[in-house]
């Protein structure tokens, strides 16, 4: 079935750019979602579509989908955004929605 | 577009559990309502799917024979039981749905923590 594969962690400075991978097999044919999760809360939707920005997501908040490889990139990492994100797809060779791991982002 | 859920509850081993999700704010029979669940410290983990309209369900590989979906239109809520319960299953239980039938999921549940203890 198919695997997405999220790095545990990732750390950045305030003011600096994060970049949150996700790894699947020719992962650039799919059209992948990001979500953000703060403790004790529901995830929300911060990209969706690759690189399309829900309405009320700042801008700094985008998206890149190529090969086998999706990037979660926020410029000017703020302390707000430390969180958890996930990467999701459709997958229809198993259960069609699928998840990754995980990305804990700690802003130093 | 709300999503309200059903409080947390504990569960002895072997005992089943429905969560309860009620929708406001739009078209209760216009999207599908998804199942995610996510144990303590862990992943997100999808656990089905159901057609509000015609009560149509997809189940997670995982699931199937222990998790039933379920709806009421009239109240407009749907509903989740996970039978045969373990320690494994302790968990915060969310509903979602997107804009269309399937994800990205931009409306979630605030979860109910289900707690499975002897």
């Known amino acids: 079935s198919y695997v997405l594969t999220q790095p545990p962690s990732v750390s950045v400075a305030p003011g600096h750019t994060a970049w949150m991978t996700c790894g699947g097999d020719?992962?650039?044919?799919?059209?992948v979602h990001w979500y953000q999760q703060k403790p004790g809360q529901a995830p929300v939707l911060v990209v969706h579509?690759?690189?399309d920005r829900p309405s009320g997501i700042p801008e700094r908040f985008s998206g890149s989908n190529s090969g086998n490889t999706a990037t979660l990139i926020i410029n000017g990492v703020e302390a707000e955004d430390e969180a958890v994100y996930y990467c999701?797809?459709?997958?229809?060779?198993?259960?069609?929605?699928?998840f990754g791991g995980g990305t804990k982002l700690t802003v130093l | 577009v709300q999503l309200v859920q059903s409080g947390a509850d504990v569960k002895r081993p072997g005992a089943s559990v429905k969560v309860a999700c009620k929708a406001s704010?739009?078209?209760?029979?216009?999207?599908?309502i998804h199942w995610v669940r996510q144990a303590p410290g862990q992943g997100l983990e999808w656990m089905g799917w159901?057609?509000?309209?015609?009560?149509?369900?997809i189940y997670s590989k995982k699931f199937e024979g222990r998790v039933t979906l379920t709806r009421d239109k009239s109240t407009t809520t749907a509903y989740m039981e996970l039978t045969r319960l373990t320690s494994d299953d302790t968990a915060v239980y969310f509903c979602?749905?997107?804009?269309?039938?399937?994800?990205?999921?931009?409306?979630w549940g605030q979860g109910t923590l289900v707690v499975v203890s002897s």
């Open positions: 979602a749905r997107g804009s269309g039938d399937f994800p990205p999921f931009g409306h």
């Open positions: 704010g739009y078209a209760f029979t216009g999207n599908f």
């Open positions: 159901m057609n509000p309209n015609s009560g149509g369900t």
């Open positions: 020719k992962i650039g044919s799919n059209s």
């Open positions: 579509d690759d690189d």
């Open positions: 999701q797809v459709w997958d229809s060779s198993g259960d069609p929605v699928l």
